[in-house]
């Protein structure tokens, strides 16, 4: 199996089928209300509507520097700004990062083989996560992916008890 498989159905697993660890990002998202992506647990940083948005931003990302861009922090934000509240406003959020993630599994695919394991030109930041090869930048974003959802899993447990 090629890396780009490897990567698809990896992403397309933790995404929509059944990882080994819980439930998909979708699977979780879906149990998500509007009133619940909104609300802010006291003590918590972020709500799962900015969690949300901050995957879509990170995953812009990494398809950006797959298609070549310079590295750096999301053009939309590391943490963007959900703005008001609005129940149409969590259903886009939610599409476009089914969208953003159908957009990359499309170039992993179409990802040149002998350029899987060739570095970026950046020096290592852990912070903006460069200076690792472009599957290792794929299987961090994945990992990315893992652990917000975690994340809006437990913070939909708390508000919702």
Same mark, same amino acid.
């Given at each position: 199996m090629s890396i780009?498989? %490897?990567?698809? %159905?990896? !992403? @397309?697993?933790?995404?929509?089928?059944?990882?080994? +660890?819980?439930?998909?990002? +979708? =699977?979780?998202?879906e149990q998500?209300?509007?009133? =619940? *992506?909104? @609300?802010k647990p006291p003590g918590s940083i972020h709500n799962i509507a900015g969690i949300v !948005?901050?995957?879509?931003?990170? =995953?812009?990302e990494v398809l950006d520097r797959m298609n070549g861009m310079t590295a750096g922090l999301p053009s939309s934000g590391d943490w963007p700004d959900h703005g008001t509240p609005t129940e149409e406003k969590w259903q886009?959020?939610?599409?476009?990062? %089914?969208l953003v993630n159908v957009n990359l599994l499309a *170039?992993?695919?179409?990802?040149?083989? @002998?350029?899987?394991?060739?570095?970026?030109?950046?020096?290592?930041d852990r912070e903006l996560g460069t200076g690792v090869t472009f599957e290792e930048l794929v299987r961090g974003l994945i990992?990315?992916?893992? +652990?917000?959802?975690?994340?809006? *899993?437990?913070? =939909?447990?708390?508000?919702?008890?």
């Amino acid at each position: 199996m090629s890396i780009a498989e %490897k990567l698809s %159905k990896e !992403l @397309e697993t933790v995404l929509q089928g059944d990882p080994w +660890y819980g439930s998909s990002v +979708y =699977t979780i998202l879906e149990q998500v209300t509007f009133e =619940t *992506a909104f @609300e802010k647990p006291p003590g918590s940083i972020h709500n799962i509507a900015g969690i949300v !948005l901050h995957m879509l931003s990170w =995953t812009e990302e990494v398809l950006d520097r797959m298609n070549g861009m310079t590295a750096g922090l999301p053009s939309s934000g590391d943490w963007p700004d959900h703005g008001t509240p609005t129940e149409e406003k969590w259903q886009n959020y939610v599409n476009d990062l %089914k969208l953003v993630n159908v957009n990359l599994l499309a *170039a992993i695919r179409a990802f040149p083989a @002998e350029q899987w394991n060739e570095p970026f030109l950046d020096e290592r930041d852990r912070e903006l996560g460069t200076g690792v090869t472009f599957e290792e930048l794929v299987r961090g974003l994945i990992q990315h992916h893992i +652990y917000h959802s975690g994340q809006v *899993a437990i913070l =939909t447990r708390i508000i919702n008890g």
